[in-house]
């Protein structure tokens, strides 16, 4: 650090030009978060922004757009001066959504951006006290909020207009800069203050000679110091007190302070709010279990932005960011005397995820990264449906019924994906109505299991004997697992009624996930189904081609790879899997022909890789096509499968457990369990 400024003229010099930086707290989040990169995204049918910084790193936050949206623009209306600088912002949610994770994702960038030369934050130290004579053995003080060189700068004289001559003339700060700077004035903290007066009546008002006290420092970032980033946690009624938030006077100092006016017989250090005061960000965590005293501290501290202790005053430059559960919100805004708290919040509803897609990358962090092993230290096989079937369960769970929409149609919908004639103007228009309601719970993805319930399941999957037995973690048992989850831990009896009925749901989306599988499996194939369901799509659409020969070889451009390639159009084969979908009349035929060339054509300008697999319907209908002309129907694959008594039988066996194992991601386990299930009617929908 030896290239760090040491007085205070070096400091100043190198904020005017432009190497260091004099902002506040929300000044620096904003400049962190909108150096990143931004995307437009569409969620749930709205435009909307995603900043990328909440994207990086190895666990990086996932989904959350609207809750960091609404972060985004409060931090960026408080650093442009807009009402928000006076209030605290409170993510308030289920547990196990998230809120407590955003928060310290947000500290530890924040803690890499600062660690960045050009952002380093700096604080100053008094030298040589003991030659003042009033201070004891204690030769060198600490600012104890750690104020920025510069707001010394602007408190060196009494009088602001000497103040800004000094910084004109000894710096050479124009009149604008001296403007923009002055934005962020706020007086020295009441020791700071104090010393400095001491330090000006030994030094007779000479600021040459009273500059040679100071010292400039950088402000440490060592997280377990909880400087710049801290974390106070809600604790019990009688442990508790404002000395945990503020600090108090301290029986050390005393011993050698000998003016018993003397601030800096408090220590500030004691406190959480002191030790971020200096640009940092203070993290409440479930700010609401506080006892009324404590939240009475914090409405204080969120206004004025002061600590206070017996009439002195340390002005602080924190933001502060707050968590509550929804039960321990409500009982606080039952009490109506704590209005004025509530009204200094700018509360953030968070939902849990509802978008199946992302909840893979989520239920991905929660089985871990690590191999698993068993009981005997031996290797762990992930069934390949694991985390699909997990992530569906998961999110059925989250998504409120409604008129409008089936719970899977809502599911499919949520993740952007095609469900049939249903448009995302309908799941817009449900999740508007759901938001109306005044009881925050009824709201959109404000229910249902949450990323703990999860973590519990996966591990009573993998403390089965089922599953250490079979060295596997099979799909299927998550369901299990998840039902004994509902069953403990959900006390509602409705709630658990509407859980159990989404587990039910689930079970039948992995059905027809084994029966894809299964044909791939049957075909030697990993993507058999999805070249059918793209012949299928590419044929409805070479069917009115208007250079379409009578062999109907129809010839088009892959859009994937821009190859040229020929296809036969079988109409036998696309009247069957119309027949599947149930289309009887000519009409419903052309109009579900008209809605796939639709998709194709919005969908592959964007995505050229698009295929199709999310339409269930359809993947089903082709599925259950290609069972019935190849193989007799899918009664016959599952009687040769589960009735192995004669060769071919076993052959069949054989060769299918063998593609599972060397192409599908298969382990022996997994492999003849899935072929027993798809052998039985279970969840036959």
């Known amino acids: 650090m030896s290239k760090n400024p040491k007085t205070l003229h070096q400091h100043l010099a190198a904020v005017k030009d432009g190497k260091l930086r004099f902002e506040n707290a929300f000044q620096s989040v904003t400049r962190m978060i909108l150096e990143s990169e931004i995307e437009k995204v569409v969620v749930n049918g709205k435009t909307t922004y995603d900043f990328k910084i909440f994207r990086n790193g190895a666990k990086h936050v996932i989904g959350m757009y609207d809750e960091i949206n609404s972060f985004v623009s409060y931090v960026k209306d408080a650093a442009e001066n807009g009402s928000s600088k006076e209030m605290a912002f409170v993510l308030v949610g289920e547990p196990g959504n998230g809120k407590t994770f955003l928060v310290e994702f947000l500290a530890g960038k924040y803690r890499s951006f600062l ?18 004579g009033n201070y004891g053995k204690i030769p060198t003080i600490e600012s104890q909020t750690y104020e920025d060189p510069m707001i010394l700068a602007m408190n060196l004289f009494d009088d602001a207009d000497e103040n800004k001559e000094f910084l004109a003339k000894q710096i050479g700060f124009s009149d604008k800069d001296i403007e923009k700077l002055y934005e962020n ?21 000479n600021v040459d000679e009273m500059l040679k006290f100071i010292e400039i420092t950088p402000v440490p970032l060592t997280e377990s110091l909880g400087t710049v980033t801290g974390k106070y946690p809600a604790k019990d009624k009688i442990t508790s007190s404002a000395v945990d938030l503020l600090g108090e006077e301290s029986i050390q100092r005393l011993l050698h ?52 202790i017996d009439g002195f005053k340390w002005p602080i ?10 039960s321990e919100f409500h009982r606080f805004l039952s009490e109506k005397e704590e209005a004025p708290i509530v009204d200094r919040c700018r509360i953030c509803y968070v939902s849990h995820n509802t978008n199946y897609k992302l909840q893979k990358e989520l239920t991905a962090y929660t089985i871990g990264s690590e191999t698993r092993t068993t009981l005997t230290r031996e290797d762990l096989h992930q069934d390949p449906n694991l985390n699909y079937s997990a992530s569906v369960a998961s999110v059925l769970s989250r998504l409120p019924r409604s008129e409008k929409l089936t719970p899977v149609e809502t599911m499919k919908l949520a993740a952007g994906e095609v469900a049939g004639e249903k448009s995302i103007k309908t799941l817009a228009e449900v999740i508007d109505t759901l938001n109306q309601d005044p009881e925050i719970i009824n709201r959109f993805g404000q229910k249902g299991l949450g990323q703990r319930n999860l973590g519990r399941a996966i591990q009573l999957l993998i403390e089965s004997s089922e599953t250490n037995e079979g060295r596997c973690m099979f799909a299927y048992d998550i369901f299990k697992a998840l039902e004994r989850i509902v069953l403990d831990y959900v006390t509602e009896a409705n709630d658990r009624a509407k859980y159990l009925e989404d587990l039910k749901t689930a079970k039948g989306l992995y059905r027809e996930r084994i029966m894809t599988e299964m044909f791939n499996a049957y075909m030697d194939e990993p993507y058999a189904i999805r070249k059918d369901v793209m012949n299928y799509v590419n044929m409805i659409i070479g069917i009115d081609a208007e250079n379409l020969g009578p062999d109907k070889m129809w010839k088009y451009k892959d859009p994937q790879n821009g190859e040229l390639k020929a296809l036969k159009i079988d109409e036998r084969y696309i009247n069957s899997v119309e ?7 000519e009409e419903q035929r052309e109009s579900f022909r008209t809605s796939i060339r639709k998709i194709y054509g919005q969908k592959i300008s964007v995505d050229p890789d698009y295929d199709f697999m999310d339409n269930l319907e359809l993947v089903k209908a082709v599925t259950d096509v290609r069972l019935k002309s190849d193989i007799a129907g899918a009664g016959s694959l599952i009687g040769a499968l589960a009735n192995r008594t004669n060769e071919e039988n076993q052959k069949l066996y054989d060769r299918m457990i063998e593609t599972m194992l060397k192409k599908l991601g298969y382990c022996q386990t997994c492999a003849q369990k899935t072929i027993e299930y798809f052998c039985t009617q279970e969840d036959e929908k």
Request: hydrophobic share 35%; proline share 2%; aromatic share 10%.
């Open 257 to 308: 302070i000998t003016d018993t006016n003397n601030p800096y017989r408090f220590d500030l250090r004691r406190g959480a709010l002191a030790r971020v005061a200096g640009g940092g960000i203070h993290f409440s965590d479930e700010i609401y279990k506080n006892k009324k005293d404590l939240v009475q501290v914090y409405l204080g501290v969120i206004q004025n932005r002061n600590i206070e």
């Open 185 to 205: 004035y706020r007086p020295l903290g009441a020791c700071s203050g104090y010393i400095w007066m001491d330090i000006r009546d030994h030094c007779s008002g």
């Open 317 to 326: 430059d924190t933001l502060i960011v707050a968590t509550s559960n929804n």
């Open 115 to 132: 660690a960045q030369e050009k952002n380093r934050k700096f604080t100053f130290k008094f030298l040589h006290l003991d030659k003042l």
């Open 579 to 585: 027949e599947r979908l149930g289309l009887k009349t």
